[in-house]
């Protein structure tokens, strides 16, 4: 055996799905627990660098080892009520959406389904990121509650990317992570193009689909039936010419508080 063989055995100690023989059994079920159980316990999604972080000296694992592990874990789950999902942060233990009414009896108080106000702000977000509180409201051709940037804000939903350089300087808005992974999305890719919405009824259809799902995050979410943004705190923009829309003048304004972001469901 040559020398060059030798040493290229030598460095193959990490494990390795490529080769399923080869593969100690103990340690692949001994990584897939602990991944598991670092999953159920964490509030938020784990990517691969924190994975590796937390595992990769003390079990002795590269990165590659760790999606191979999330891919036998995922196997695993597959027919069970959980399941393992990649959102935009990373990776998460959650419950199945076909589960998600029987979960909902654990809390009494359902929480108020997010207006069509509030979903068609946030879908220009989406879409048209950075954009600015008066290019929403010119789309809209209403002017914009406060309580909706709020809720959005306080959701965690979208955040503050900037100013846009023109007088007044208004804030421009995009989304964040915290939403892709209430949608269970990994990146705005994966949400419907444009081209597909120009259409009202697609358009319609798609804010419906919005709205299930982000409300299948509050329905099972332990917070209060308080108050959010409805199309009735909208005001034709005629009516609020004298308030600049992006001086943010208002945005402290508004009555009662957002409802809190609510959490992941292990």
């Not at 789950?77 to 979960?103: H, M, N, T």
């Not at 709205?211 to 917070?223: C, I, M, N, P, Y």
């Not at 308030?243 to 304004?253: I, K, R, Y």
Request: overall charge negative; glycine content about 6%; some cysteine.
């Amino acid at each position: 055996m040559s020398e060059e063989t030798t040493n290229q055995d030598a460095g193959e100690q990490d494990l390795d799905l490529a080769s399923p023989p080869q593969v100690d059994d103990e340690r692949w079920g001994m990584l897939e627990r602990v991944l598991e159980a670092l999953l159920l316990a964490s509030d938020q999604p784990l990517s691969i660098e924190q994975l590796h972080r937390l595992l990769g000296n003390e079990l002795g694992v590269t990165k590659k080892d760790l999606r191979a592990g999330l891919e036998r874990l995922e196997a695993t789950l597959a027919g069970r009520a959980a399941e393992l999902r990649e959102v935009a942060s990373g990776f998460r233990i959650q419950v199945r959406p076909d589960y998600a009414e029987w979960v909902s009896k654990l809390w009494q108080e359902k929480p108020p389904r997010l207006s069509r106000a509030l979903l068609e702000t946030l879908a220009l977000v989406c879409y048209r990121q950075p954009i600015t509180r008066g290019e929403i409201e010119e789309v809209r051709g209403v002017a914009l509650s406060p309580n909706i940037i709020r809720t959005l804000l306080e959701r965690n939903w979208i955040r503050e990317v900037g100013v846009k350089e023109v007088p007044g300087r208004p804030s421009l808005f995009g989304t964040t992570q915290q939403l892709l992974d209430d949608l269970s999305l990994k990146s705005l890719d994966d949400l419907p193009s444009l081209p597909e919405i120009k259409d009202p009824q697609q358009l319609e259809a798609a804010l419906q689909k919005l709205g299930e799902q982000l409300h299948e995050v509050s329905h099972v979410a332990d917070a209060p039936a308080g108050t959010t943004a409805s199309a009735a705190e909208d005001q034709p923009a005629a009516d609020d010419e004298a308030a600049p829309a992006d001086t943010g003048a208002g945005d402290e304004a508004g009555e009662g508080d957002a409802p809190p972001a609510p959490p992941t469901v292990h």
